[in-house]
């Protein structure tokens, strides 16, 4: 394919590293950010006499139909050419003649990259978080329905104290949450408009950068035309705040693929989402849960990508930016793939609770409780954890739990114990009594819910 630049060159590229050089491979996906970022441009420059109105509207016209002809699939991407900018452009131009050549005053393909770039982060952005909303919405359902399913509670994965079902997923609403601020307030930074800043330094045209940022949807302009075409910070930041996505998603992973072993079977996943083995037919296997811890890797490899792809970068464009793009799209796709099936595997996967009821009832969850019981009676805390722990060794020796020692035993290690001690140390009673805020305490749930439903309105 002939070169906009070829007027310079007695040669041309070699055929190899023209195609090494080329990214319409990866960025034809931002055509529709393209063609608007160039029908905001060409508005402008009429409305500014920089082009005659008929002009603009010829190429603003022409630019339409080649958007309905890229979607339609009527118009085939053509891959020679080296990005989807200059696509577009020379498309253009085929169609319309000289008029099409006429689009590219006062801009610069740097400024093209950097305003399509944000154009389709911040649509990427929103559907992501649209996606969220969805696990949140599965979450929700599975927390309502197990606000007083007692599970045990573990610290160091060792069984620590009782806390409800529900308490365990709302942890995990809560993170999303705060991913879907973080994603919001990225874009909220990433939201103004580079154009116009064009190579680097500006233009000798009398042009209006607020009428296209406007156009554009975009709350303001970049104020300095050098940072405008340098700057991928919102890349990165879009970058962690999927990392951190990744992170919450996989570490919920692991917990199902170890609630849905045989060891802790405290939840069944639906068969929709697990998986037979070719050998092992008893197998049920968390595949879709553990290829979303798997590709939490992938998504860290992009984040680490760009942010080595911009250290000791010079201002201010140069070719290497280029990367930025392959980075974050499969960022993204890798992302949008988890959330489409992570929601309805939460969604549809079945606790069992009487599994987890059992498995709280071992190991002492309620040695705190039993601590905290003798405190109320007046002992010093500290006092009461010693007892407290003689008494669990001593339970270990003898094979048995707190709620099944004798009261005289309990009274030959203090004299302060009465019959109200078993009530105090019921599984029940301690989520129950709970009582704190944010704790796994029924009112405490509740509250947490309606943060997470309001959140969500
Ligand atoms: N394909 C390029 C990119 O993705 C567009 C900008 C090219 N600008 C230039 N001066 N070579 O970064």
């Known amino acids: 394919m002939s070169k906009m630049w070829e007027g310079r060159f007695s040669k041309a590229l070699d055929s190899q590293a023209d195609d090494f050089n080329s990214s319409i491979h990866f960025d034809s996906r931002m055509f529709r950010q393209d063609i608007g970022g160039s029908v905001a441009h060409a508005a402008m420059l009429a409305a500014k006499g920089i082009i005659g109105a008929e002009d603009a509207d010829m190429i603003i016209g022409e630019l339409g139909r080649i958007l309905q002809d890229l979607e339609s699939g009527a118009l085939p991407v053509d891959f020679a050419a080296e990005d989807i900018h200059m696509f577009v452009e020379a498309e253009l131009t085929k169609r319309i003649g000289d008029v099409g050549k006429k689009l590219h005053t006062a801009r610069s393909r740097n400024d093209q990259v950097?305003?399509?770039?944000?154009?389709?982060?911040?649509?990427?952005?929103?559907?992501?978080?649209?996606?969220?909303?969805?696990?949140?919405?599965?979450?929700?359902?599975?927390?309502?329905?197990?606000?007083?399913?007692?599970?045990?509670?573990?610290?160091?994965?060792?069984?620590?104290?009782?806390?409800?079902?529900?308490?365990?997923?709302?942890?995990?609403?809560?993170?999303?949450?705060?991913?879907?601020?973080?994603?919001?307030?990225?874009?909220?930074?990433?939201?103004?408009?580079?154009?116009?800043?064009?190579?680097?330094?500006?233009?000798?045209?009398?042009?209006?950068?607020?009428?296209?940022a406007k156009a554009l949807g975009f709350d303001g302009i970049t104020l300095n035309s050098i940072d405008g075409v340098s700057d991928r910070d919102f890349c990165v930041e879009?970058?962690?705040?999927?990392?951190?996505?990744?992170?919450?998603?996989?570490?919920?992973?692991?917990?199902?693929?170890?609630?849905?072993?045989?060891?802790?079977?405290?939840?069944?996943?639906?068969?929709?989402?697990?998986?037979?083995?070719?050998?092992?037919?008893?197998?049920?296997?968390?595949?879709?849960?553990?290829?979303?811890?798997?590709?939490?890797?992938?998504?860290?490899?992009?984040?680490?990508?760009?942010?080595?792809?911009?250290?000791?970068?010079?201002?201010?464009?140069?070719?290497?930016?280029?990367?930025?793009?392959?980075?974050?799209?499969?960022?993204?796709?890798?992302?949008?793939?988890?959330?489409?099936?992570?929601?309805?595997?939460?969604?549809?996967?079945?606790?069992?609770?009487?599994?987890?009821?059992?498995?709280?009832?071992?190991?002492?969850?309620?040695?705190?409780?039993?601590?905290?019981?003798?405190?109320?009676?007046?002992?010093?805390?500290?006092?009461?954890?010693?007892?407290?722990?003689?008494?669990?060794?001593?339970?270990?020796?003898k094979n048995t739990v707190l709620e099944a020692l004798p009261l005289e035993t309990y009274q030959q290690f203090e004299p302060t114990f009465e019959q109200d001690v078993y009530e105090e140390i019921a599984l029940t009673t301690c989520v129950e009594k709970r009582i704190s805020a944010g704790g796994t305490g029924l009112a405490s749930i509740e509250v947490q819910i309606a943060y997470v439903e309001n959140f969500l309105k």
């Open 114 to 212: 950097a305003v399509d770039i944000r154009l389709y982060l911040r649509d990427e952005a929103a559907d992501i978080i649209q996606m969220l909303h969805t696990l949140l919405e599965a979450i929700l359902s599975q927390a309502k329905q197990h606000k007083q399913t007692i599970m045990p509670g573990y610290t160091h994965l060792q069984r620590a104290q009782p806390i409800t079902f529900a308490h365990h997923l709302l942890a995990y609403g809560m993170m999303f949450t705060r991913d879907i601020d973080r994603i919001t307030d990225a874009v909220k930074r990433m939201n103004v408009c580079p154009l116009g800043s064009c190579a680097l330094a500006g233009t000798t045209y009398d042009t209006d950068r607020e009428m296209t």
């Open 238 to 397: 879009l970058l962690s705040a999927f990392a951190t996505v990744m992170m919450h998603l996989s570490r919920f992973s692991e917990e199902i693929i170890l609630w849905a072993s045989w060891e802790f079977k405290f939840i069944e996943l639906d068969d929709a989402y697990t998986t037979g083995s070719s050998i092992m037919p008893q197998k049920k296997n968390p595949d879709i849960a553990e290829l979303v811890r798997g590709k939490t890797g992938r998504v860290y490899g992009d984040l680490m990508a760009m942010l080595t792809v911009l250290k000791g970068l010079p201002l201010a464009y140069n070719k290497d930016m280029q990367e930025d793009k392959e980075a974050i799209f499969d960022a993204i796709d890798t992302l949008k793939q988890c959330l489409i099936v992570f929601p309805p595997m939460i969604q549809t996967m079945k606790a069992l609770p009487n599994n987890m009821l059992q498995a709280a009832q071992k190991g002492f969850i309620n040695a705190t409780d039993l601590a905290d019981y003798l405190t109320k009676k007046g002992l010093p805390f500290r006092s009461a954890y010693k007892i407290v722990g003689q008494i669990v060794a001593y339970c270990i020796e």
